[in-house]
């Protein structure tokens, strides 16, 4: 069965890679056209085209997917299988085109958080478990009939970026899972059930990112932890932004207004919350490096 992949993050070189250890047929790769980045503009080549280059695989990059010479060379591979991990909307001229089909790894136990940010949002909302789930394909983004499911359960202290990293893994093994049990026609396909208690996971903007102090403890530790390290909650603090990448949640009564902060000037700061004190542990001022708290805390004066 001859394979095209399509993924652009380093989530989903993961999945790449191990289709290649399975010994599976990948034809071809589609991936994200190089972007200038940086102050001289070099042009940046995405994670899996790095990968894909180094092991000797086709690479395609489109600008546009419906652009009619991408079309022609995605047919003239004669894939049986489109495999799309952490990539673009498809339109339907290419996603209908292999005869098995085009199948999705996504990161969330669907149809619970579709949409762009999955993992992010499972923290946010304080979810003890998700997953990443197989599917089809189909015109409405992540609601195609269900292949294959696998848990993963969230720890207090879980980070979007932790998390990102146990699925990554527990991804690929289930897509490898996925491909093989479709080149033995051996799967069942379960639509996904609809319901008015979805949760969505959007993409994430940067007004989004910014902590409101008023909301209570556990809720502003889930946003800390769920941006983190990125996009990564940020506050305001001597006029500038101040992104926080790891806190501890303090349950104490403040005793003063909300998004004030206490400091003993050399070991700890700590942000007031409805109910308690957000100690923050790993911050970055705007325009300076990320450090430790007692390492800024000796190097500037709040």
């Not at 992540?142 to 359960?153: E, R």
């Not at 379960?190 to 940067?206: C, N, R, T, W």
């Not at 946003?223 to 104490?252: V, W």
């Amino acid at each position: 069965m001859k394979i095209v992949f399509m993924g652009t993050p380093d989530f989903a070189v993961a999945s790449l890679s191990a289709l290649q250890q399975a010994d599976l047929t990948i034809v071809g790769v589609v991936t994200a056209a190089d972007k200038p980045a940086g102050r001289g503009q070099k042009l940046n080549e995405s994670a899996v085209k790095k990968y894909a280059v180094e092991n000797g695989l086709r690479v395609l990059q489109p600008l546009k997917l419906k652009d009619p010479a991408f079309i022609e060379e995605l047919k003239s591979l004669e894939a049986d299988l489109f495999v799309v991990v952490a990539f673009r909307m498809l339109p339907e001229i290419v996603w209908q085109m292999p005869s098995k089909g085009t199948i999705n790894l996504h990161g969330s136990l669907l149809p619970q958080y579709r949409g762009a940010a999955p993992i992010n949002h499972v923290i946010i909302n304080g979810e003890e478990e998700t997953g990443v789930t197989t599917f089809f394909l189909k015109q409405e983004i992540d609601t195609g009939d269900i292949i294959f499911t696998d848990s993963v359960a969230i720890t207090d202290t879980e980070t979007a970026g932790t998390l990102h990293d146990k699925l990554m893994v527990v991804g690929a093994n289930l897509l490898v899972k996925t491909v093989k049990a479709i080149e033995a026609d051996d799967y069942n396909e379960v639509p996904q059930p609809e319901s008015d208690e979805l949760k969505s996971a959007p993409k994430i903007f940067k007004d989004y990112c910014k902590i409101d102090w008023n909301q209570n403890n556990q809720t502003v530790y889930n946003h800390i932890r769920g941006l983190s390290p990125y996009p990564t909650a940020f506050t305001t603090l001597n006029d500038k932004n101040f992104k926080i990448f790891n806190a501890e949640p303090e349950d104490k009564e403040p005793g003063i207004s909300t998004g004030a902060f206490l400091t003993d000037g050399k070991t700890y700061l700590k942000f007031a919350t409805k109910d308690g004190f957000i100690k923050v542990t790993d911050v970055q001022f705007e325009g300076k490096k990320r450090m430790l708290i007692d390492e800024l805390l000796r190097g500037m004066r709040l």
